[in-house]
Nanobody
Framework: VQLQASGGGLVEAGGSLRLSCAASGLTFRFGNYGMGWFRQAPGKEREFAAL???????YHTDSVKGRFTISRDNAKNTVYLQMNSLKPEGTAVYYC????????????????WGQGTQLTVSS
């Protein structure tokens, strides 16, 4: 399984951006995988942002709730993270992750990872 994250960049505080993560080389249908977005700021541990099940049930961590929205298009093997009202503390490398069975917030439990895409939010 390969995950290709894209869409990062430089944005001003208060701005919006949408990240994409395209999956390929899947053993099972894309809809059979739980997908997550994580982020890692310099010197910090990787932290959970959002997850979505194959059927579209989603969960967002409190710090992004109401501003970020995870979604997926199973026909395109792609998961998205729409980010609005961005804050400077959101500056990090954003990673997408996939797992055939796990649907949770622990990054250690996800099997497959994308390469990460950098988001920088300027104040």
């Amino acid at each position: 399984v390969q995950l290709q994250a894209s869409g990062g960049g430089l944005v001003e505080a208060g701005g919006s951006l949408r990240l994409s993560c395209a999956a390929s080389g899947l053993t099972f249908r894309f809809g059979n995988y739980g997908m997550g977005w994580f982020r890692q700021a310099p010197g910090k541990e990787r932290e959970f942002a959002a997850l979505i099940s194959g059927s579209g049930v989603s969960y967002h961590t409190d710090s992004v709730k109401g501003r970020f929205t995870i979604s997926r298009d199973n026909a395109k093997n792609t998961v998205y993270l729409q980010m609005n009202s961005l804050k400077p503390e959101g500056t990090a490398v954003y990673y997408c992750a996939a797992d055939r069975y796990y649907r949770g917030q622990s990054y250690r439990q996800y099997t497959y990872w994308g390469q990460g895409t950098q988001l920088t939010v300027s104040s």
